[in-house]
C-alpha cells in the first residue's frame, strides 16, 4: 500500500539544483557572445556612416543639379557681354551734335540702341543682371578698383566713374564692375578711414 502512494506521488523535483547554463553548448560562452555584439556595433556604425555617405552624395547631386540648370550658360553670357560692351561704346562714340545735323546717323543710333535694349532684355530673361554702380559705397565683391580719384566731392570709397559695367547671374558675380573710386585729397585724414580697394 504504501508502495502504491509512493507511485502516485512522486517526490517533487529538488528546487535547489543547479540549472545548466548552457556552458557545455559550443559557442555560448560569454566572450563569444561580447565579440558578437562588438562586431553587431561595427557593422551598425558602417551602416550608419554608408547612409550618412550616401546622403551627402545624393544631395551633392542635387545642388550640382541644380548649379548646372542655372549657371550653364555663364560662359556663353561671357561671350555676349562684350558685344553689348562694343554696342556702348558705339552709342558713346556718337557725339549729340552729330545727331542733331545728321538724319541718317540718328537713325542709325536709334537702330543700335534698340539693339542694346534687346539685347539687355535677353540676357535679364536668363537672370544675367548689369551693375552699375555710380556712386555707390565700393564693394569688393563686385567692383574692381582700376584707380582712386582725390576729391572731396565725395566720400572716400565711392565709385565715382564706372570704366566697365559688371554683371551677376542669379547670385554668383559673372563679371565685376571696373570702378574708379574716391579718395580723399592729400594732406585730408578720410573721415571713414581707409578703404580696401584690393578685391
Not at 549729340?96 to 539685347?119: I, M, P
Not at 582712386?148 to 542669379?170: K, N
Request: hydrophobic share 40%; no cysteine; aromatic share 4%.
Amino acid at each position: 500500500m504504501t508502495d502504491e502512494k509512493n507511485d502516485q506521488h512522486p517526490e517533487a523535483a529538488n528546487d535547489s539544483a543547479p540549472i545548466d547554463g548552457g556552458a557545455d553548448i559550443p559557442g555560448a560562452g560569454g566572450s563569444d557572445l561580447e565579440a558578437a555584439r562588438a562586431e553587431a556595433a561595427q557593422l551598425k556604425d558602417q551602416l550608419l556612416r554608408a547612409l550618412a555617405e550616401t546622403e551627402n552624395v545624393r544631395r551633392r547631386a542635387q545642388r550640382e543639379r541644380e548649379d548646372a540648370g542655372k549657371y550653364a550658360i555663364a560662359n556663353f553670357a561671357r561671350d555676349v557681354l562684350q558685344v553689348s560692351d562694343n554696342l556702348h561704346r558705339a552709342l558713346e562714340a556718337i557725339p549729340a551734335s552729330a545727331l542733331a545735323e545728321d538724319e541718317a546717323l540718328k537713325n542709325l543710333h536709334e537702330g543700335v540702341s534698340a539693339t542694346e535694349r534687346q539685347l539687355g532684355a535677353a540676357l535679364e530673361r536668363q537672370q544675367v543682371k548689369r551693375i552699375w554702380p555710380m556712386g555707390e559705397k565700393f564693394d569688393a565683391n563686385f567692383h574692381q578698383a582700376m584707380f582712386e580719384v582725390p576729391t572731396a566731392d565725395q566720400l572716400p570709397g565711392t565709385v565715382v566713374q564706372v570704366m566697365q559695367a559688371g554683371y551677376v547671374i542669379h547670385d554668383r558675380l559673372l563679371r565685376p564692375a571696373l570702378v574708379g573710386v574716391a579718395k580723399a585729397p592729400s594732406g585730408e585724414v578720410p573721415p571713414q578711414g581707409k578703404v580696401d580697394t584690393v578685391a
